[in-house]
């Protein structure tokens, strides 16, 4: 009877609803159009569970792609789900060591990112394999600690799992009134839900109904069950339902139909290699030919049985699996004992910190009053004797040529770091190599800038960008050197050719180049931006932005197309938006231009007034019909005429582009 109970258990393992075939084809459909990685873990994970089983081989593959995607990603909940998948997958084929391996993995990463629903289906799967292995109170412990978190949070699929298996406990244990209390609860909550378990519950019912000798309950009881199994092409589910109905014509005495029905169930059993119940047909093929006096078949089928059980239910793998809980239980409370002890040690740190701090003020002041001291005998001397004056003066000349020294070596590493600057960014022969209709204005406000221009060429795309990274000077050169790496390496590197999924990525990858995950990142940076794709096939034209917009002008009119309202860049605390990426309509000979905030915020003028974006606009207007080279010559000298005697306030670039169909 273990053995039958032990199948049904297998049915209802984790959070998972078994679909048809119609809704696996969908999620293909969707995983072929994706183009955005968290929704292709989603995916991953979705077919994983439908398919674990229909065919538990292609769902384990799917659960692995899940998992190495969502690590990738750094996508934590993706990565957690996926390892129960892979669990499930391991206790479906009865390598329970591989099983508890990957529900206590998904059970550490809970730790830091918790989540009720998930941490309840990872006990309900945790206790499963321990009864399994007849650990049946430790089973118990966790079925518990399930009902309690589904209990609190309302989860009422939840609890009409936790039921189901609190039911398959008493069931092991031959306490059917129990168990028959426990299924009807299951059952109960089920319909609450309105989830897909229904048949699952009617075979756990229909099971202690047959071991109560209520026969007409049972039969149709597993009759529905049966209906559902085939409807969903749920496999695990019609095997064990062949077996539940044999060992009930067993119990009619119907031998021959008992015997028909095992047939089935032992073949789909061998063909996706479901062990329990491959075990559970030989049993009772076993005690069905020895019924009808076929003791050479009866035998043959015993054997096989004992053969079978000594792989599932080996000693040594209980033991492993012991050891590996106690050694995960361990491993947990020795990083708890780490924490605590961390915290004290970082209040002693402070204490020390806060000791160091204040002797060094008492010497600080010692210092000061001695030195001070010290002058005003120098002063003294200085002032009896000539001697001593022209020693000091001397000194003081030497300080002075250590000064312009140094103030000389940090010009020129500044000089040197701007011609790496200027040799790493796109040279204007590259630029009329791959867009000879275009121009670049680029007046950085420092020797070093932070803004910067962009441009990349594939076999089938050009893609530029004019870029404003947080400050000028060193500061925002070295943001800029990170950013423009980073686009080569989504577009150069990666192959992405989407806009906004450029930026997502670009995102992702300064987010963690600059750790600003964590709540200790100390540079919060970031990055305004324009962007553009230009398709050479198709002439389809992308475009997304980070606060900064495109302009496009032809004769008629000026049309802007606004980019997103947050930059490129995050940090600890905020939510990682993604980009919106837009499709420019466009004229043949359209004018296109992106800049950055440095020209309209530029103080000039007779009043000393910012020159403005409506300025700037107006002069697009005025330059629609000049050549490209006389453009970018109007738009310098309107931008010093201008500027005049006032300092330039911030790093000024402009992209202009003429678009060709």
């Not at 997958?89 to 529900?103: G, H």
């Not at 120098?378 to 020294?405: F, H």
């Amino acid at each position: 009877m273990k053995i039958i109970l032990r199948i049904i258990f297998t049915l209802f393992i984790g959070s998972s609803c078994f679909s048809q075939t119609r809704e696996t084809d969908s999620l293909y459909n969707k995983l072929k159009t994706s183009r955005r990685d968290t929704v292709r873990v989603h995916l991953f994970n979705e077919l994983s569970e439908k398919l674990n089983t229909i065919n538990p081989t292609i769902s384990l593959r799917y659960a692995q792609k899940a998992r190495l995607l969502a690590e990738i990603l750094n996508f934590q909940k993706g990565v957690i789900k996926a390892h129960t998948n892979i669990g499930v997958v391991y206790y479906r084929r009865c390598d329970y060591s591989s099983a508890l391996e990957s529900y206590l993995t998904a059970e550490k990463l809970l730790e830091s990112h918790p989540n009720s629903a998930l941490l309840s289906d990872l006990y309900n799967n945790i206790a499963l394999v321990y009864v399994d292995i007849d650990k049946l109170s430790v089973a118990n412990d966790y079925f518990n600690k399930s009902i309690k978190i589904d209990t609190e949070s309302k989860h009422y699929e939840g609890l009409a799992y936790s039921y189901n298996n609190l039911g398959s406990i008493y069931a092991l244990r031959n306490e059917l009134l129990k168990a028959k209390k426990f299924f009807e609860l299951s059952l109960k909550y089920n319909q609450i839900s309105n989830d897909d378990n229904l048949p699952y519950i009617l075979l756990n019912l229909g099971n202690i109904n047959r071991r109560l000798n209520n026969l007409s309950t049972a039969t149709r009881q597993i009759n529905q069950s049966l209906l559902v199994f085939q409807r969903n092409d749920d496999i695990i589910g019609v095997a064990s339902v062949y077996n539940e109905i044999a060992d009930l014509k067993i119990s009619q005495n119907k031998y021959q139909e008992a015997i028909s029905y095992l047939s089935k169930s032992l073949s789909l059993s061998k063909q996706y290699k479901l062990k329990n119940q491959l075990q559970h047909s030989y049993e009772s093929l076993s005690k069905a030919y020895e019924l009808t006096d076929n003791y050479k078949k009866a035998n043959y089928y015993f054997k096989e049985n004992e053969k079978l059980k000594d792989q599932i239910y080996s000693i040594a793998n209980a033991r492993n699996l012991i050891e590996m809980q106690t050694k995960y239980e361990s491993e947990k409370r020795k990083q708890e004992l780490l924490k605590t002890n961390s915290e004290i040690d970082k209040k002693n740190f402070q204490i020390n910190v806060f000791r160091i701090g204040f002797i060094l003020i008492i010497l600080l002041v010692f210092f000061i009053i001695y030195n001070l001291r010290e002058k005003s005998k120098i002063n003294k001397i200085i002032m009896k004797q000539k001697q001593a004056v022209e020693i000091q003066n001397k000194i003081i000349e030497e300080k002075n040529i250590l000064v312009e020294t140094q103030n000389k070596d940090i010009k020129d590493s500044i000089k040197y770091a701007q011609r790496i600057q200027e040799a790493i960014l796109p040279p204007k022969s590259l630029w009329n190599k791959i867009l000879p209709n275009s121009f670049v204005i680029y007046q950085p406000k420092d020797i070093l800038s932070g803004d910067f221009n962009w441009i990349a060429e594939t076999d089938t795309h050009i893609f530029l960008a004019a870029a404003d990274c947080t400050g000028h000077g060193v500061p925002g050169a070295l943001i800029s050197l990170v950013n423009y790496n980073l686009l080569n390496k989504a577009v150069l590197e990666k192959g992405i050719i989407n806009t906004g999924e450029i930026l997502d990525a670009v995102n992702n990858w300064l987010t963690e180049s600059l750790h600003q995950e964590s709540e200790n990142s100390t540079v919060k940076d970031g990055m305004d931006i324009s962007l553009i794709s230009i398709n050479k096939i198709t002439n389809q034209v992308q475009f997304s932005g980070a606060f900064n917009s495109l302009y496009i002008v032809n004769e008629q009119e000026l049309k802007i197309i606004k980019g997103d309202k947050f930059p490129v860049g995050s940090f600890f605390g905020e939510e990682i938006n993604l980009f919106n990426t837009i499709d420019v309509q466009y004229k043949n000979g359209d004018l296109l231009y992106m800049f950055t905030d440095g020209y309209p915020d530029q103080f000039g003028g007779s009043k000393g007034k910012k020159y403005k974006y409506n300025r700037l606009k107006e002069n697009m207007n005025k330059i629609v019909s000049y050549s490209l080279e006389d453009q970018r010559s109007f738009m310098l000298t309107a931008f010093y005429d201008w500027k005049g005697d006032f300092e330039q306030v911030d790093d000024v670039l402009m992209i202009g582009l003429k678009l060709f169909k």
